[in-house]
């Protein structure tokens, strides 16, 4: 019985280590994948907001957080596609899974900005009442518009990650990074 599971079984053992291994390898790219997109995204408009607000005294808070942020949310991406959100808008055209997404984590962008003033607030001292005076300063306006900023930003990269659902991620990597005659795109391409 104890073979049959593999336990002290130095060959069933290796390979459980292999397989382990190539999922934390390709649990990693996939992080960083997310994460290579996100940073140079919060980063920028990071940048935006500080020109906007004239707030430079305190960018290195605001670089600092917006890396955080993206580690937080790639890392949250990553569990929402694990437990299939948008699921049910898979079998409809790629157009309904890309908007859901994008909503789904923009509203969880949104989310993170609002802990992310609450923990300046408390940080500067000014406690949970500071960080929702800096909420009530902000607007609905200027809240509702980085909404919408975001929204559009993650368009493309969850339009991106459901062409590579449905192609494949080799196939979608080779489109990319290969000569067009190495990817072979005369062939089909869906698979099904």
Request: with cysteine; hydrophobic share 50%.
């Amino acid at each position: 019985m104890v073979a049959k599971l593999g336990v002290g079984s130095g060959k069933a053992s290796t390979m459980d280590k292999a397989g382990l291994k190539q999922k934390a390898i390709h649990e990693l790219r996939e992080y960083l994948t997310v994460l290579l997109f996100l940073a140079p995204l919060f980063g920028a408009f990071s940048i935006y907001r500080m020109l906007l607000q004239g707030r430079f005294r305190e960018g290195s808070f605001e670089y600092g957080t917006a890396l955080i942020n993206a580690l937080i949310l790639s890392k949250i991406i990553l569990i929402g596609e694990y437990l299939r959100v948008g699921k049910r808008q898979e079998n409809r055209p790629l157009i309904y899974s890309t908007i859901y997404k994008s909503f789904v984590f923009t509203l969880l962008v949104a989310a993170f900005h609002v802990l992310e003033d609450a923990f300046r607030g408390v940080w500067h001292g000014e406690g949970l009442a500071g960080a929702f005076a800096v909420l009530r300063e902000r607007g609905i306006t200027e809240v509702l518009a980085a909404g919408v900023v975001y929204f559009c930003a993650l368009l493309p990269f969850f339009a991106l990650r459901e062409i590579r659902r449905v192609l494949g991620e080799r196939r979608l990597a080779d489109l990319f990074f290969r000569s067009s005659a190495s990817a072979r795109l005369d062939q089909p391409i869906l698979r099904r």
